[in-house]
């Protein structure tokens, strides 16, 4: 199968004034994992250009991205975490770009499986604004685009060891995008409890799996077995959209789960077995050690482009964390028939 690859010398650009972990060595992390997965005639370059004023209006609102022109060619802060250099609104502008014509490639049918090598990431960035590490919502201007070429339902699975609040405001109330989240809780951003479901037209269309410190691989492989991959079935989306954060990873310096490279596999195969005839793609959000998150990109890119059973055999969950998914289902049961 091939794979669409969403790369430019921008996401370069924006570059930490001071040692942070959101810095531009990941991407060359998560070069060499592409450039291991997708070679030759597999490999389908995808031109980036920046976003338009108009597709950030579908998500951010007007004044935010006034504000964001503004901070254009020099240094800011945007809150404690999140730096923009003066390049950094350019790299953001062509990250969102970069997103949008990967749908583009995926809707058009150019090929069906995708990944965007994206630097700022995006899930935290909700319409008011910039928001840890993140200054344009990638995966959600991606949604919206898919939206306005006609996809009628798009689905948004989120593994980012933190909860991706900003994809989820930006479509809290709207059924034709489903947004599920796998994350550590309680922990940064600090929202993300199974008691938010969506709200009006949209009940039931956010669904959060909110999970205890160090869960493994066999906790994350029984989520989407007992529920990620449930729903995503009978939703049976026109497109799926991955925000796709290696954070997760044991030995992440920032988040405190333990999975191994097995799980990010695991959790692409079952994307991919659940949805056979849906286009797929890929976004970078974090993972902040080099390491495992080019071993983690390499095997998320392997289980999306070949979604076999892989014979691994994942530990049961421990009682905590079996807790943590009966509640999770729980709070999806008023919605979705589970098994
Ligand atoms: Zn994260």
């Not at 991919?272 to 902040?288: V, W």
Request: hydrophobic residues 45%.
């Amino acid at each position: 199968m091939d794979l669409a690859v969403v790369d430019d010398p921008s996401f370069d650009e924006h570059r930490p004034p001071f040692p942070h972990p959101e810095r531009p060595e990941r991407l060359a992390a998560a070069r060499r994992a592409a450039d291991r997965v997708a070679k030759g005639d597999g490999r389908i370059d995808i031109a980036v250009r920046s976003a338009s004023d108009d597709e950030l209006a579908r998500v951010h609102h007007a004044k935010y991205v006034e504000e964001l022109g503004r901070s254009a060619g020099r240094w800011h802060d945007w809150d404690e975490d999140t730096y923009a250099a003066p390049r950094s609104v350019d790299a953001a502008r062509r990250a969102a770009g970069g997103a949008i014509e990967l749908v583009n490639a995926l809707v058009g049918r150019r090929t069906s499986r995708g990944v965007a090598l994206l630097r700022p990431p995006g899930h935290h960035a909700g319409p008011a604004g910039a928001m840890g590490f993140c200054l344009l919502n990638n995966v959600a201007l991606a949604a919206a685009h898919a939206r306005s070429l006609g996809v009628d339902r798009v689905l948004i699975v989120d593994f980012d060891v933190h909860h991706g609040n900003g994809t989820q405001d930006a479509f809290y109330s709207d059924p034709s995008v489903l947004f599920m989240s796998l994350h550590q809780f309680p922990f940064y951003p600090g929202t993300g409890s199974t008691g938010e479901v969506g709200a009006a037209d949209g009940r039931g269309f956010t669904l959060n799996v909110p999970l205890s410190a160090g869960a493994d691989d066999g906790v994350y492989a029984a989520a989407f077995e007992r529920l990620v991959g449930p729903v995503a079935e009978s939703y049976a989306p026109g497109l799926v959209l991955v925000s796709a954060g290696f954070d997760a990873h044991r030995s992440d310096p920032l988040g405190g789960m333990k999975l191994t490279a097995a799980a990010y596999r695991r959790m692409a195969s079952e994307l991919g077995r659940a949805l056979p005839d849906a286009p797929i793609g890929m976004l970078l959000e974090g993972g902040y050690d080099l390491e495992a998150l080019e071993a983690s990109l390499v095997a998320a890119l392997e289980g999306l482009l070949d979604p076999v059973d892989d014979g691994a055999c994942f530990a049961e969950p421990d009682p905590a964390h079996a807790a943590d998914l009966e509640r999770a289902r729980d709070a999806a049961r008023p919605f979705w028939r589970l098994p």
